[in-house]
């Protein structure tokens, strides 16, 4: 047999690869958003056409990597000046550590006391992110890392199907949809189950289809708003209808979502939909990928207020927490709502000394308790999973709660900083001013999120277009978007690293901005 590495090729190539993301790490602010056009070509034309029957090698395969492929993809995504999508970033304490759990390569499925740790630093890591959020970690017994938000919905919905049905008028008790299949009975209303829910995330219609609730309109309807304002509820209307739906015998889910895709908005009086959601027998879900994270910070928290009151609730960890894909958190109530849904009736032999229990709420201080900890491939989707609790942890010892609060501040500084220069520019209208008089005590927009198109009459028609526009650039990133009927453009700041430059990097940006309209004047584009 060869010997594993006879020339010490790893540890070469390792070499080469510090240096590569070290210089990377120092030029992130100035590399250009996008690769140009023809790179993205090339890179494409470098694919072999089939495996060929000799391999590469490690060090040729290192520099076809570094050479050939990754200048074809996103090279500054994790950069500041990214501002599609929600993407966040990674701090440079995740990046080291997300180094190491590819290094390490931990499955970490399931709980085996005195063999491995990892189950209770995920578990621990679990309860410092409710810290951060200022929740008290007995809100939510159950809890799990999944690969984002839209796994946790897929987990909320679950949940939320398993809840509702045990509880239906028409079902015996307990019913179990999970365990016995999509009931039927002759007086089930049809659909049984149906979702109200505010400009849902899409991510919500693909979990409300997995976990059997369905998602097309007969199912999912617009929770009642108020008529000159889609994103204040009609609390009365939504009162009338969970009532109306109790009486049928229909189970309901509401879902909200804390950091509205296209704006920020937080919504209004979470507590109370809360309350009329436990009045009524409905599950509710809030899906707070990244506006959940406005409660980090003591100014912003009255938004976010009853976001503890959810049935089941969503995070993200690789939006706004600076750690790198794939990351996303979920907490529900109960401890055995998880189980009940992924746990097997009876496991298998080869699992069976691992721990099924649903696991409790741990004591607010001491010690994880490792045997209650339950097997993370009993209360989620996969069996086999990355080490994802790693760079979590890794990110929140290194910057604690008082850099992450920082962290947000900075980042909703410089959004507020952009949304109040395109307010006042004749070239732009800003679509996201925070409504009323809270605008003065809150700022020009809701968060963290601006929302702008070309002003009307002016020469860029549309959101994408402008979009297109701005992107070409390659010095700053943003999404095309519609809004109200009207084409948009998104600029969303959640990486760690913008802001830092303060004054001069919004000059900067608005520089960009201002460009693309003078040159948008002259192209008559
Ligand atoms: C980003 C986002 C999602 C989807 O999250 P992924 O992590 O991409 O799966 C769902 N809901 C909201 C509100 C989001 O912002």
Redesign the pocket.
Known sequence: MEAVDPAGEFAANLHTLVSHLTERHDDLPTLPTLPAPETVQSTIASLPATLPDAGLGTTATASYLLNDILPGCLSAQNGPNYFG??VGGVTPAAQLADILVGAYDENVQVTLPGQTAATAIEARVLELVLDLMGVERAKFGGRTIT???????VLGMACAREYLYAHSPHLPKDYSFARSGPPSSPNLPSPPIIVLALHP????LKAAALVGIGSGPNVVHQIPCQEEDELAFDLAALEKRLAEEKEVGRGVVVVY?????NTGELGRDPPRVAELCRTYGAWLHI?????GFASVVPELRHLVEGMDQADSL?L?G??WLNVPY?C?LFYTKSAHALPGVFAPVEAPAYLTASSTSAGTAGPQDGQVIHEQVPSPLYVNIENSRRFRALPLLASLMSLGKDGYRDLIRRNIKFAQSIATYLHNSPFYDLLNTYPGADAAKQGIIPLNIVLFAPARGGSLETGAELANAINATRRMYVTATKWRGRGAVRLAVSNWRTGLGGEEEVKRIVGILEEVMRESGKSGM
């Open positions: 999508f929600v690969t984002g938000a839209t796994a946790s919905n995330h899409f991510s919500i979502g804390l950091g509205e895709v899906d707070a990928a990244f506006g969503t993200d690789h939006k794939d996303g």
